[in-house]
């Protein structure tokens, strides 16, 4: 009985749970954000430079309420120019992600983006010296193959513009290997408010040499909004990245296909075509797959 309650103990209070809980609900608000970040491109015909500058101006806004808490303290550091090269990375991978999501479906982008696992796992292992075991590779394949089968880059309907996904994909894992980095050293307030407070100038000059909009009425509510999902979103994933593996919780991030796919379906109708769903259903397994043998290292080595 008492070893029952110690493993049901560990499994509660597992770091592996943890990270990937809070990768989830990452997955999630960017999932909400990306439909309002569509809208506003597509429908809207909102400029995407523009939209990228406006969407962390409001995070910035949302994010004071961080620094009043932690004071000025919250912006010390002595790693400065790690937060440049990360909010740089990250700055033209929002502009690759806002400038695609312009031009393809949701469903589409999230597949393409999902590569993003593939340049983490690969760089934690090149950078950072993490231990990459072949269930995590093994999980990282099989989403990728389920992102390739959603896509079918061999198809007629394939178009160059879906590459800017990739692209963010590339520039945001970059990003992410500086950030878990960062969390090693850095509080999680930190680390979230230097993203903020640098995008908004570099995505500021952005909108500028493209054109500059203000956004009035409707658009401004919807760049309220998208402004507190990537506060709540930026959070979630430095706190996933705090408690757990780079490589382990990335794959989690693929889950958040299934949930753009159904954002996209409801808002814009979009109806994916191929085998969507069986690779969904590669990138779910291998997720679950990946979370199972993490759980069962931790409890072999308590």
């Given at each position: 009985m008492n070893d029952m309650n110690q493993t049901s103990l560990g499994i509660s209070?597992?770091?592996?749970?943890?990270?990937?809980?809070?990768?989830?609900?990452?997955?999630?608000?960017?999932?909400?954000?990306?439909?309002?970040?569509?809208?506003?491109?597509?429908?809207?015909?909102?400029?995407?430079a523009s939209i990228a500058f406006w969407q962390y101006a409001f995070a910035l806004v949302f994010s004071l309420p961080f620094l009043y808490r932690a004071g000025f303290s919250a912006m010390r550091t002595n790693y400065p120019w790690r937060h440049v090269v990360r909010v740089a990375f990250a700055a033209l991978g929002v502009e690759a992600w806002v400038t695609g999501l312009a031009s393809v479906p949701i469903w589409q982008a999230i597949a393409l983006v999902m590569t993003s696992p593939f340049f983490i796992i690969l760089g934690a292992r090149l950078f950072l010296g993490e231990r990459v075991g072949p269930a995590r590779w093994a999980a990282t394949v099989a989403g990728f193959a389920g992102a390739m089968l959603i896509l079918q880059p061999w198809s007629v309907s394939f178009t160059w513009a879906a590459l800017l996904p990739v692209l963010s994909a590339l520039l945001w894992g970059a990003s992410s290997l500086i950030t878990k980095n960062l969390t090693g050293i850095e509080r999680?307030?930190?680390?979230?408010?230097?993203?903020?407070?640098?995008?908004?100038?570099?995505?500021g000059g952005l909108a500028l040499a493209a054109g500059?909009?203000?956004?009035?009425?409707?658009?401004?509510?919807?760049?309220?909004?998208?402004?507190?999902l990537t506060v709540l979103a930026q959070y979630f994933l430095t706190l996933a990245y705090t408690v757990a593996d780079a490589a382990y919780v990335q794959p989690f991030d693929d889950l958040k296909l299934p949930l753009n796919v159904f954002a996209g379906w409801l808002v814009f109708g979009y109806a994916p075509t191929g085998y969507l769903w069986l690779g969904a259903a590669l990138i779910l397994c291998a997720s679950l797959f990946i979370m199972r043998n993490e759980l069962r290292r931790e409890q072999t080595a308590v």
């Open positions: 209070t597992s770091r592996a749970m943890v990270g990937a809980a809070w990768m989830v609900l990452a997955g999630v608000a960017f999932a909400i954000l990306n439909v309002v970040t569509q809208w506003m491109a597509m429908k809207l015909a909102f400029p995407t999680p307030e930190t680390i979230t408010v230097w993203l903020l407070v640098l995008l908004t100038p570099i995505n500059f909009a203000v956004p009035a009425g409707v658009t401004l509510g919807l760049f309220v909004l998208a402004g507190l």
